[in-house]
Every structure is written in structure tokens, then in C-alpha cells.
T-cell receptor, first 115, second 114 residues
Framework: DGGITQSPKYLFRKEGQNVTLSCEQN?????MYWYRQDPGQGLRLIYY???????QKGDIAEGYSVSREKKESFPLTVTSAQKNPTAFYLC??????????????FGEGSRLTVL | AQSVSQHNHHVILSEAASLELGCNYS??????LFWYVQYPGQHLQLLLK??????LVKGIKGFEAEFIKSKFSFNLRKPSVQWSDTAEYFC????????????FGTGTRLQVTL
């Protein structure tokens, strides 16, 4: 089955540690996204990538980093510089950035808790 | 900058009641509009979308939404809700073009009681 796989589903981290969240898709989508979901704040865009080896900052990129070395993979690193990292992180993809008919497909999310 | 406002944060309805969730957007150009739903414990999924043509769009599970350009609105409706519609609903807006990104509203939590 085609889809988006995020791992781990739950992650605990101590303050000061970096952590990397994995996102893999087998939908052959060009564009991939990372969102952060917090109660009462909806989804906020962290980073997005239209093609391999290219990515752009979203609305809340500070304290995060990404890479896009392969079309199917878009890992997100939450660095120690992120002041409030405890959140639910969602990865998404769509066929082509900017395409008029391109809906986003979402993974099941990764819940990060900083202790 | 594009933005989306969902004024209803938490809505409680009895089964069979009619539903209307408000969504207003701000964007200086041609828009794509979406409603996504997140059922408890499940991933976000698309409910319906508008790109062009008929401003009244129909989605899955009996939902529909009307795009009113003059009001910058894209309200979601369902004539008769079911307990299984309990979920969080997100409105989102995107422009056209290679630089477009999808911006979400803050979400509306719908609770349907028996």
C-alpha cells in the first residue's frame, strides 16, 4: 500500500539533545512538508521541500533542520535550540508543489516529549 | 501573508442536528481551499477541496462546503451529523504557483452526543 510512514510514533528526549524524526513516502510525490500540531494552534508549517536537495523554511523553522537527499525521504531534526519542542509532528506529501489539484497526504505523526 | 480563521473552536451537537463550521481566509490571489478531518487516533485526511468551477463542493460522508468569494469564506456543512463525525476539522488555503504552501486554521473540535 502506498503511503507515508513516520517513525518513531512516540519519542522522549532530554533537554539539550537533538532528535531526528523520520518520514518516508512511497507515493512518488515531489513535495514534502513538516508541520507541528499544538492544541488550539492548528498545524504550523516548519519546512517544506519541492524537489530533492532543495527545501524552504516555513513559518516556524527556528530550532529545526531538514534534509532531502532522496525523493522518498524528508527527515526532521529537532535541535536543542528549539525552545518548546514538545509537540505532535506531522509529515505530509503531495504530487507537485504548486499543482492546482494537489492535496496533501499525511502520515500518522510523531509525538515528541521533552523531559 | 495568507491566513485562515476558524472561529468555532469547540462545537457540541446532538445526533441528527445540522452542522455549519465557519472558515474565513486571507489571500491575495486565486485560491485552493480544503477541509481536512482528524478522527480520534487517526491521521489527517481530506474531506473535500475546491479549486475552480461550482462553488458548492461535495465531499465524503455527506459533507459539503460553499466557496463565497465575496466573503472570503469556505464554510463546511452537513445536514445531519452522526456520532461518528466526532473529530477535529481543519480548514486550509493554498495559492497557485510553485511557491504556494498550505496554511491551516486552528481547527474546530466537533463533539457529537447521542
Amino acid at each position: 500500500d502506498g503511503g507515508i510512514t513516520q517513525s518513531p510514533k512516540y519519542l522522549f528526549r532530554k533537554e539539550g539533545q537533538n532528535v531526528t524524526l523520520s518520514c518516508e513516502q512511497n507515493l512518488n510525490h515531489d513535495a514534502m512538508y513538516w508541520y507541528r500540531q499544538d492544541p488550539g494552534q492548528g498545524l504550523r508549517l516548519i519546512y517544506y521541500s519541492q524537489i530533492v536537495n532543495d527545501f524552504q523554511k516555513g513559518d516556524i523553522a527556528e530550532g529545526y533542520s531538514v534534509s532531502r537527499e532522496k525523493k522518498e525521504s524528508f527527515p526532521l531534526t529537532v535541535t536543542s535550540a528549539q525552545k518548546n519542542p514538545t509537540a505532535f509532528y506531522l509529515c505530509a506529501s503531495r504530487y507537485r508543489q504548486g499543482a492546482a489539484t494537489g492535496e496533501l497526504f499525511f502520515g500518522e505523526g510523531s509525538r515528541l516529549t521533552v523531559l | 501573508a495568507q491566513s485562515v480563521s476558524q472561529h468555532n473552536h469547540h462545537v457540541i451537537l446532538s445526533e441528527a442536528a445540522s452542522l455549519e463550521l465557519g472558515c474565513n481566509y486571507s489571500y491575495g490571489g486565486t485560491v485552493n481551499l480544503f477541509w481536512y478531518v482528524q478522527y480520534p487516533g487517526q491521521h489527517l485526511q481530506l474531506l473535500l477541496k475546491y479549486f475552480s468551477g461550482d462553488p458548492l463542493v461535495k465531499g465524503i460522508k455527506g459533507f459539503e462546503a460553499e466557496f463565497i468569494k465575496s466573503k472570503f469564506s469556505f464554510n463546511l456543512r452537513k445536514p445531519s451529523v452522526q456520532w461518528s463525525d466526532t473529530a477535529e476539522y481543519f480548514c486550509a488555503v493554498s495559492g497557485f504557483g510553485t511557491a504556494s504552501k498550505l496554511t491551516f486554521g486552528t481547527g474546530t473540535r466537533l463533539q457529537v452526543t447521542l
